[in-house]
């Protein structure tokens, strides 16, 4: 075995040593052990101390570092957009009433986040009971031009002074005709994708543009009053829906006009349509004269019976709101 490579330190020392040992003859070995001199037996040790240094391994080990900690960046809280079809079976049940104080409820939930569609292609009148004068119509936001620019799109709408936006409805019938389900969809998809909250006001039936809404809704808002041919209208309604295949995730059923001298309960009701009634919102004169004076009822911000209804119909839209999803259907009192 080779011998190992002595370090510089042992060469010098090694050196001393061999010229010392040079230096004693045969008959001074007895003296290797006095003061001053190193013997034989201290170069074999220093050899084996060497040989032992370098066959050893470094019992050191580098310093393990922690990883820098990162602390983790919330992800933003989503906020759900929804859009709400009002529709009705029949004629004169007051969607355009429903549908307007929507927009002024919700629009104090969500400023500038509100989009109100007059779906009624050939006789929409929500323009009239929002008191608005409109430059722009339902027609011109679904030409070519609007359909594939967000910003001309923002132009045609009407802005109103309480914090929402309006699609008002065409001018004449001849001029709604020209608008097809399809357009309406994609106008629906476009705001959708703009604004938090739209809201829909449909003509009444089953019409191509109502089941157009209600393809793109996430809630609906079903409407009846406290007669026999409202209540099987929606009932007749609800199957169609349900048979084809059409029915929005969230149903809200509303019972307007309600009162108990028409002859007919909240309860007579839910038997007929088969679905609870979720809010009643009672007969009242300040409803019509809210609506003859172009000022929604939640507008002018007075308490009263129907105000505190249609409040409960917002409130279901309000994701801080008490109420939970699970119990939004709950029995409905008429007072």
């Not at 809280?77 to 004169?92: D, L, S, W, Y």
């Not at 020209?178 to 357009?183: A, F, L, S």
Request: net charge negative; proline share 8%; hydrophobic share 45%.
């Amino acid at each position: 075995m080779s011998r190992p490579r002595l370090s510089p330190w042992r060469d010098g020392v090694l050196g001393s040593v061999a010229q010392t040992a040079s230096a004693v003859g045969p008959g001074d070995e007895a003296r290797d052990g006095s003061s001053g001199e190193i013997g034989l037996a201290d170069v074999t040790a220093l050899d084996d101390r060497s040989a032992a240094d370098e066959q050893e391994p470094s019992t050191l080990e580098p310093p393990t570092l922690d990883p820098p900690t990162t602390e983790e960046t919330p992800e933003p809280e989503v906020i759900p957009r929804q859009t709400i079809a009002v529709v009705a079976a029949k004629g004169g049940v007051g969607k355009t009433t429903i549908a307007t104080n929507l927009a002024v409820g919700l629009a104090k939930l969500a400023p500038l986040s509100v989009v109100l569609v007059d779906a009624d292609v050939q006789f929409g009148d929500v323009a009239m009971a929002l008191s608005l004068t409109p430059g722009r119509f339902l027609p011109d936001a679904v030409t070519t031009v609007a359909a594939n620019d967000a910003m001309v799109l923002k132009a045609y709408l009407t802005p109103h002074p309480d914090g929402y936006y309006v699609v008002c409805g065409a001018e004449s019938p001849a001029d709604g005709d020209r608008v097809t389900g399809e357009q309406l969809g994609h106008l629906i998809r476009q705001l959708a994708g703009i604004f938090r909250f739209v809201i829909i006001d449909t003509a009444p039936g089953l019409g191509e543009h109502a089941l157009a809404a209600l393809e793109a809704a996430t809630d609906a808002v079903f409407l009846c009053d406290m007669s026999v041919p409202g209540a099987r209208g929606l009932r007749k309604e609800l199957a169609v829906l349900a048979t084809i295949g059409i029915m929005p995730p969230a149903r809200h059923v509303v019972l307007n006009f309600a009162d108990r001298v028409s002859g007919l309960s909240v309860k007579d009701v839910e038997a007929t349509i088969g679905v609870p009634v979720d809010v009643a919102v009672p007969r009242s004169s300040l409803v019509t004269l809210s609506t003859n004076r172009g000022i929604p009822l939640l507008q002018n911000g007075k308490k009263n019976p129907a105000s505190a209804a249609l409040t409960d119909l917002v409130r279901r839209f309000d994701p801080s709101a008490s109420l939970k999803r699970g119990r939004l259907h709950r029995r409905v009192v008429v007072a």
